[in-house]
Structures are given as C-alpha cells and as structure tokens.
C-alpha cells in the first residue's frame, strides 16, 4: 500500500509539472505574440515618422527629387524595406503643410495585395505610438475589406487620446488599382493631399 501511495504522490507531482509548464508555455506565448504588435519593422519607422511631424518631417528629409507650382518633393531617409518613401510640402498652402508617403507593396494579383493589406493593418493597428515628447498613444482605425470592383479602398487611423500636435495628425493605408496592378501606400499627413492638390488645380 505503501507503495501504491508512493506512486499516486509521484504521478499528482508530475501532472502538477506538466500542467505549470503548460501554463508557463501559454504566458510566455501570448506575452510574445503581444509584443510583436507594437515592435514590428513596420510600426518602428511608423513611429519615427510621427515623433518627426511636429517638425514638419525636417529630420527625415533628404535630397530634393522634384518640384512643380503645387508642390516640392523629398526623398525620405526613414525606408521600410523594398519600399520607397517621399515627403511632399505643399507650395499652395500657407501654412507648411507636409505628407510622408511610403510604397510599401505592389502586386499584380488582387488577392495577393489584398493579403498584404491585411497583414500591414495588423502591423500597425492598436500598436502603441511614443512622440518625440515621451508622451505616449495608441493608434486605431476600423478595417475596411477591399473589394475587387472597388479602385480604392483606405484606413484612417488616429491617435488617441487627439491631444497636443497630433491632434489633427492622420494615418491613412490605402490599396489603389493602378495600371500594372494593385499598389498599398501608408501615409502621415495632418491635412488631406489630394483636396490640397485639388484645390491648387481649381485655383489656376
């Protein structure tokens, strides 16, 4: 009998190990899946491109690479990769407007763009956002689900609390049909480019 007590004892230990190993695996998994939202290659250039808005992008601004009436363009220094980024001042307002656009994929096929998109929105939404200030914000927008018929489709995200600089800051990820396919841009503005744009063709 003795024995057999001995046995119990020793099996309730080992299923007890088993089940604090378990339990530790499941901790450790969801802290790690946790982190991964907020610390992807995505959301840390994200985040250096918004601690750099209240300077208009001054930091992040390299060589000049075009210029019209309506506009003046940079190239950005901050680059996800196999992506191209541009910073663009608008010459038609008066007051220093400036966007940051990032191509960040292209795609022939639809559903492979489609993917994508997905998988960026994740990247970067409810990622939590530190400002050059050290004040800190999560950034959220509602996905929407692209349709094949549809030449646009985009997310705006905001920054909450909308306090302080980044009170009317936007985040926009857009996929857009374009000639050779489909392409997905994300983009830091506090302003509308295209109503900019707009406006200054409608002014001439």
Not at 61 to 74: A, D, F, M, N, P
Not at 90 to 96: F, I, P, R, T, V
Not at 138 to 147: A, D, N, S, V, W
Not at 171 to 195: F, M, T
């Amino acid at each position: 009998m003795r024995q057999e007590g001995k046995c119990c004892t020793l099996f309730e230990i080992l299923s007890m190990r088993s089940i604090l190993l378990t339990l530790a695996y499941v901790v450790f998994y969801a802290t790690m899946s946790a982190q991964g939202v907020f610390s992807n290659k995505t959301q840390s250039i994200l985040e250096k491109v918004i601690q750099d808005y209240p300077n208009r992008f001054y930091n992040i601004k390299g060589e000049l690479i075009g210029q019209t009436r309506q506009s003046t363009e940079y190239r950005s220094t901050l680059q996800l990769p196999g992506s191209s980024s541009v910073i663009t001042r608008y010459n038609a307002s008066s007051s220093e407007d400036y966007s940051w656009i990032c191509a960040v994929f292209e795609a022939a096929d639809f559903e492979q763009a489609k993917n994508k998109f997905l998988e960026i929105y994740g990247q970067i939404s409810n990622s939590i956002i530190t400002t050059a200030g050290r004040k800190t914000f999560i950034l959220t927008g509602q996905y929407e689900t692209p349709l094949r018929e549809q030449k646009c489709t985009h997310i705006l995200f905001s920054l909450l609390p909308g306090v302080g600089d980044v009170k009317k800051l936007k985040v926009e990820l857009s996929l857009r049909k374009e000639a050779r396919g489909w392409k997905i841009a994300l983009s830091v503005y506090d302003h509308d480019p295209k109503e900019e744009m707009e406006g200054a063709v409608t002014a001439n």
